[in-house]
T-cell receptor
Framework: EPEVTQTPSHQVTQMGQEVILRCVPISNHLYFYWYRQILGQKVEFLVSFYNNEISEKSEIFDDQFSVERPDGSNFTLKIRSTKLEDSAMYFC????????????FGPGTRLLVL | RKEVEQDPGPFNVPEGATVAFNCTYSNSASQSFFWYRQDCRKEPKLLMSVYSSGNEDGRFTAQLNRASQYISLLIRDSKLSDSATYLCVVTGDYKLSFGAGTTVTVRA
């Protein structure tokens, strides 16, 4: 069964450093998403991406964040200058042609900012 | 008011019991509704979509009440493997809005 994959599974970084989280969505999916979940809190939407551009973003997704689809398979989330409060689990998700199909989540990257 | 509100639980039930819980949503324009399941420190996984007419998938029954803006999930004949956090999820566009989850623990 096709699945969304994410790397790395864990990342520890120093405050102020840049991190890039990587995702490989399901191959025939066209819509891509990033969500985050701070420990003990709910899953929160960050951004959706379609046709090589952001289709929607939340207020969490400020100028420190960016997304990119550098090639035909990867979808990345970059945090330019990490803060302590960026520590969270980051989930990538993808969905099919209309964007309204089921979203399938990757296993997540646990980011710890020290 | 939160977009999606859930009773956090925990619901602690014996194997074989029936457990049910609800969630409410604030956006009347919401179009699609789901229950996801999340195991500890893992990704959310779709349990089932929720349709206006109500729907069943094995031991799981979901109901949607658009007028009152609430969604319910009922689990019959609980198994140990049903222990998880159940996430109520609502969407009107492309993003998913999650509730904080209802924790269910099934004991032997």
């Amino acid at each position: 069964e096709p699945e969304v994959t994410q790397t790395p599974s864990h990342q520890v970084t120093q405050m102020g450093q840049e991190v890039i989280l990587r995702c490989v969505p399901i191959s025939n999916h066209l819509y891509f998403y990033w969500y985050r979940q701070i420990l003990g809190q709910k899953v929160e939407f960050l951004v959706s991406f379609y046709n090589n551009e952001i289709s929607e973003k939340s207020e969490i997704f400020d100028d420190q964040f960016s997304v990119e689809r550098p090639d035909g398979s990867n979808f990345t989330l970059k945090i330019r200058s990490t803060k302590l409060e960026d520590s969270a689990m980051y989930f990538c998700a993808s969905s099919g042609p209309s964007g309204r199909e089921t979203q399938y989540f990757g296993p997540g990257t646990r980011l710890l900012v020290l | 008011r939160k977009e999606v509100e859930q009773d956090p639980g925990p619901f602690n039930v014996p194997e074989g019991a029936t457990v049910a819980f609800n969630c409410t949503y604030s956006n009347s324009a919401s179009q699609s509704f789901f229950w996801y399941r999340q195991d500890c420190r893992k990704e959310p996984k779709l349990l089932m979509s929720v349709y206006s007419s109500g729907n069943e998938d094995g031991r799981f029954t979901a109901q949607l009440n658009r007028a009152s803006q609430y969604i319910s999930l009922l689990i019959r004949d609980s198994k140990l493997s049903d222990s998880a956090t159940y996430l109520c999820v609502v969407t009107g566009d492309y993003k998913l809005s999650f509730g904080a989850g209802t924790t269910v623990t099934v004991r032997a």
